[in-house]
């Protein structure tokens, strides 16, 4: 082997051993740390927790902080509290699916942690603490546990007593969605509300004018739905009912009000605050019209709780610069690994609640990601672990998507001059396969003289990146992707490609077959004659480095926390700009300005290369 050969696989072996540093770098579900199936009882009567105040939500909130007051007599550095909830947490309420659970038994893993030394650095010294949580209401009550030993070994040293919000089963944390149709607007809610309890309804009009009343459908999960530990195991936390009102035939571009509702055997009704939106526009009107795009977001705790391995830093970042700026955008796209629950339920209820004043507010339309689907023999395209068993049930169970089959999470949806088709990659997208069938027809069949802006939504990078773990084959995207969409985005002249995964943002030039179509950078004019590629995968997530490679065709990179929006001001033009999270700041964008007869246009490999006139 000579010098040069050394060389080149020198650089290849750095290229993998940094790939490998980014994928592992990214972080573990904090509670995968906690070794439950380990914990040791050793309670101690001169140990104590005091959890305060002991009823939540009086005044009909949804959150709300509480303090905790710990003593141990024999303090470190290593020693936490846990919140469980149910606040019984006993081996008593283990079930035969938690039999392989190791002695003691403790089958649940808290719903959050805090080292005790969080806000008291002289614990170790003192054993006296006093903690601050933030609880939302997640339809059971809560309790305190003190645990020493650090998360390797912990033991059980002491347990609070319990406390609970005042309407525990109350509609909580809607999520709107577009209909299966443009004047339709779906309300997911959650509750403690069987259909057995009550009746679940939505009451909701224009505003300043009469309401209706629609009825909800209502599911729910058990163990047996889930495809593995943790979540059928110490991950399991029952998710209450998931309701889904559908209201039809809206006037477009109106603002309607709406509150969630439970009507219960005795007749009385158990109502939510009041919400509004804004209907979509006709599908081709000119107005205008405004999308948030991003991935990766995940949850995260504004009580810093769980924040010990470098986890989801931007996520409450991205979600305020979003909650801030609601009045400035129309519908929002979340394309995969949702919440990073990873197999514990409780951070289903904990991510809704994040979001609620954006998803209350504005279509909030979800793709699915590895984090939510992903399983060995479940179905899933790739067979790892990245769900935790959760294998998309959640998911498809939590938000509504307007798919055929929501087990397969592909679909469309119009939003005035846009039409978005949103792949699903967790589930085989080659040529011949259903999946490709529906991606080639909602592309064929969009008007776009009425819909010029047409966007492809996917979670893994179906086009082009050269993040680090993409690199090291040399794909520079998810292996078969391109080579299996690209004469398809070329065909019906997509005009941008936008993915997660990649936790950080790329943007590409106008592209096809790796060749740049366009030396412009800022201003299109015309037909682009390729698509434009971008990933979007730092909503807040932890961060993902590049590649030390040139490619020519990126145009810009960014290592950072941020998300896109798209603004069509009319058929003609479109501006699109990538957000910083930290301060809503523009770092990139680009325009776009054409007529009609650009897109009619032939390109490379788009028309046919013949007429009947030739």
């Known amino acids: 082997m000579g010098k040069g050969d050394m060389h080149v696989l020198g650089l290849r072996l750095l290229v993998i051993l ?79 699916e938690s039999s392989m659970v190791a002695p003691p038994l403790l089958c649940t893993a808290p719903i959050k942690f805090q080292y005790a030394n969080y806000s008291n650095p002289n614990y170790k010294d003192t054993g006296k603490a006093t903690l601050k949580f933030r609880l939302i209401n997640q339809r059971s009550d809560f309790s305190f546990a003190l645990f020493t030993g650090g998360l390797s070994k912990p033991k059980l040293v002491a347990v609070s007593n319990s406390v609970a919000f005042a309407s525990p089963n109350a509609p909580n944390y809607p999520r709107l969605a577009q209909g299966k149709i443009w004047n339709e607007m779906t309300v997911t809610w959650t509750s403690g509300y069987g259909i057995n309890e009550a009746e679940p309804f939505v009451e909701w009009g224009r505003r300043g004018e009469e309401k209706q009343h629609s009825p909800a459908g209502t599911l729910t ?17 029952d998710p209450g009912f998931i309701h889904t009102g559908f209201l039809k035939e809206l006037w477009p571009n109106s603002v309607y009000t709406y509150k969630l509702a439970h009507k219960l055997l005795n ?21 205008l019209q405004r999308v948030i795009i991003f991935g990766d977001m995940g949850k995260d705790e504004v009580d810093e709780s769980n924040d010990y ?39 289903w209820d904990q991510f809704t609640a994040q979001v609620e004043p954006i998803a209350s507010a504005v279509p909030y339309m979800i793709a699915s990601g590895n984090h939510e689907r992903d399983w060995p023999n479940s179905g899933s395209f790739y067979e790892n672990n990245d769900s935790g068993g959760e294998c998309g049930v959640l998911a498809e169970t939590m938000f509504y998507v307007p798919s055929e089959n929501r087990a397969k999470f592909w679909y469309s949806t119009d939003y005035g ?13 080659r040529e011949g396969t259903e999946q490709y069938k529906f991606i080639e027809e909602c592309l064929a069949s969009v008007d776009r003289q009425k819909q010029p802006w047409l966007i492809f939504l996917a979670h893994r990078v179906l086009g082009y990146s050269s993040t680090s773990f993409y690199a090291v084959d040399g794909a520079f995207g998810e292996p078969m992707g391109r080579e299996s969409l690209q004469k398809l985005w070329q065909k019906y002249k997509v005009d941008i490609a936008i993915y997660g995964h990649a936790h950080n943002y790329e943007r590409t030039c106008p592209i096809y077959e790796n060749i740049c179509t366009s030396n412009e950078k800022h201003a299109y004019k015309g037909s682009l004659n390729g698509t434009i590629h971008v990933v979007a995968g730092g909503g807040g997530a932890s961060l993902t480095n590049f590649a030390n490679i ?65």
Request: aromatic share 14%; charged share 15%; glycine share 6%.
């Open 18 to 96: 940094w790939s490998l540093y980014s994928v592992t770098s990214h972080g573990d579900q904090p509670f995968s740390k906690i070794s439950i199936h380990e914990t040791v009882f050793a309670l101690d009567d001169a140990a104590s927790v005091k959890a305060s105040p002991l009823v939540l939500g009086l005044k009909g909130q949804t959150s709300e902080w509480l303090t905790v007051t710990l003593n141990n007599p024999n303090p470190s550095v290593d020693n936490w509290i846990g919140v469980f909830s149910p606040a019984n947490f006993s081996a008593s309420t283990c079930t035969p």
């Open 221 to 237: 999960i058990d163990r047996n739905s889930l495809c593995g530990a943790p979540a059928r195991t110490v991950g399991w936390r």
């Open 267 to 287: 007749g009385s009704v158990i109502w939510s605050h009041v919400y509004q939106f804004k209907s979509s526009p006709y599908p081709g009107q000119n107005s």
């Open 309 to 347: 391995n470098n986890y989801q830093h931007g996520s409450l970042n991205t979600t305020k610069q979003l909650i801030g700026d609601l009045k400035n955008y129309d519908i929002a796209f979340h394309i995969g690994d949702i919440c990073y629950a990873n197999g514990y339920l409780s951070q």
């Open 417 to 429: 001059m846009f039409r978005f088709c949103i792949a699903d990659t967790e589930h085989d997208w």
């Open 550 to 614: 040139n490619t020519t065709w990126s145009l810009v990179k960014d290592v950072d926390y941020g998300f896109l929006k798209l603004t069509a001001f009319d058929h003609s033009n479109l501006l699109f700009e990538y957000k910083k999270s930290s301060n809503g700041e523009v770092f990139d964008y680009f325009k776009i300005s054409r007529d009609y007869k650009d897109i009619l246009a032939c390109t490379v490999d788009n028309c046919p290369s013949t007429t009947p006139a030739s």
